[in-house]
Each structure stands twice: as structure tokens, then as C-alpha cells.
T-cell receptor, first 114, second 115 residues
Framework: AQKVTQAQTEISVVEKEDVTLDCVYETRDTTYYLFWYKQPPSGELVFLIRRNSFDEQNEISGRYSWNFQKSTSSFNFTITASQVVDSAVYFCAAYGGATNKLIFGTGTLLAVQP | GAGVSQSPSNKVTEKGKDVELRCDPISGHTALYWYRQRLGQGLEFLIYFQGNSAPDKSGLPSDRFSAERTGESVSTLTIQRTQQEDSAVYLC?????????????FGPGTRLTVL
């Protein structure tokens, strides 16, 4: 069975601080995909990134970066120089071909204070 | 282009009543998904459609829940004899195909409150 764990329930930082959101996944699938979604106060989930299990290269997109480590089953998300607009709930999710289901973690609420 | 839309955006109902929640996926998306998000919690997968077919209904919480999709387009999630524990935001998503590669695009959700 697949499981995604986001141990951090809430994180509060001050603007311009860097922050890392943790994600640990469990899966028996040999091929799987990992995702991060952002849910701002408006409620609509916004896709941030998809990473397949064969690609362990880190990825950077502007102030966002992702660190995928198969050895520790982690897919952590770092926001550099955080801004108030980054305040949202961030969800990590895993998708395995065997189940055809996108399994979400419980989310991390990030509050960026001005 | 138009994204995933859901209606109504908010629904307040009395315990025991039936409700229908509607999802209009992105045009051309063959896969459609329903999720439930209880207050302060993550998303709970309910059901997916590939075309008009739902091969796996095991995620539906009880037999009071049912879903259908017609014309490979609109989907309706029906909850019969609603209970207070059904109160949640119901999210719909669609993707180009049923594939782990394709990202899911989410609608704004329907907030259901059962009094």
C-alpha cells in the first residue's frame, strides 16, 4: 500500500527566510510518481511539480527546489527567500501504477509572516 | 482555457437529505477523479473514471455514495441520506489520460455542510 507522510503540520517563518517542507513516502511500486501541490486560502489546488521514480536529479524552479532521495524515500520541497504569497497548505502526493490512485499526505500549513 | 468547474460551490443541507455534486472536467480529459477533504485534513481519494467507466469503487466511504459520468464529460457525485460526517469539501480533478504521468487539474471544490 502507498502512504505519504508529512510530519510537519504547521510551519511559521518570517519573510525572506528559507523553509523546507518534508515528505516521506512508502510504496511497493517500482515505478511511481511524486507530486507537490499548493492549496492557497482560495482552496484550489495548484500543481507544482511531478517527479518520476527513475529521476533523482534535484530540480529548481525560481525560488522553489525539490530534493528527491530514493535511499531515504524522501521528496522534500524548499522555498528560498519565502514571501507572504507563499502562505498556503502544501501537499505531497504519490501515484503508483498498480493502484491508479493519487495518495496525498495530510499537508503542511506554511504561514509566512511579513 | 476553461479549467475544471464544480457546482454548487457551497451546499448546506439537512441530515437525511440527498445531494448531488457536479463536476465539469477540462474538455478532452478522459480521466476524472473525486476526492474528499475534511476540515484541516488531506485529500481522501473516492473514485476515478476512465471515460465513463469507474473500475474501482472501493474508495467510496459507504453505499450512500455513488458517482456517474456521462459523455466522457460531466460527472455527478451523489450522497444519499446525508450524515453530519459527510460535511467536507468535495474536490474533482481531471487529467488528459488515466496515467501516473499526467498531472491532475483540480476544481475549486464544493463545500458541503450537513446540519
Amino acid at each position: 500500500a502507498q502512504k505519504v507522510t508529512q510530519a510537519q503540520t504547521e510551519i511559521s517563518v518570517v519573510e525572506k527566510e528559507d523553509v523546507t517542507l518534508d515528505c516521506v513516502y512508502e510504496t511497493r511500486d517500482t515505478t511511481y510518481y511524486l507530486f507537490w501541490y499548493k492549496q492557497p486560502p482560495s482552496g484550489e489546488l495548484v500543481f507544482l511539480i511531478r517527479r518520476n521514480s527513475f529521476d533523482e536529479q534535484n530540480e529548481i524552479s525560481g525560488r522553489y527546489s525539490w530534493n528527491f532521495q530514493k535511499s531515504t524515500s524522501s521528496f522534500n520541497f524548499t522555498i528560498t527567500a519565502s514571501q507572504v504569497v507563499d502562505s498556503a497548505v502544501y501537499f505531497c502526493a504519490a501515484y503508483g501504477g498498480a493502484t491508479n490512485k493519487l495518495i496525498f499526505g495530510t499537508g503542511t500549513l506554511l504561514a509566512v509572516q511579513p | 482555457g476553461a479549467g475544471v468547474s464544480q457546482s454548487p460551490s457551497n451546499k448546506v443541507t439537512e441530515k437525511g437529505k440527498d445531494v448531488e455534486l457536479r463536476c465539469d472536467p477540462i474538455s478532452g480529459h478522459t480521466a476524472l477523479y473525486w476526492y474528499r477533504q475534511r476540515l484541516g485534513q488531506g485529500l481522501e481519494f473516492l473514485i476515478y473514471f476512465q471515460g465513463n467507466s469507474a473500475p474501482d469503487k472501493s474508495g467510496l466511504p459507504s453505499d450512500r455514495f455513488s458517482a456517474e459520468r456521462t459523455g466522457e464529460s460531466v460527472s455527478t457525485l451523489t450522497i444519499q441520506r446525508t450524515q453530519q460526517e459527510d460535511s467536507a469539501v468535495y474536490l474533482c480533478a481531471s487529467s488528459l489520460e488515466m496515467s501516473s504521468y499526467n498531472e491532475q487539474f483540480f476544481g475549486p471544490g464544493t463545500r458541503l455542510t450537513v446540519l
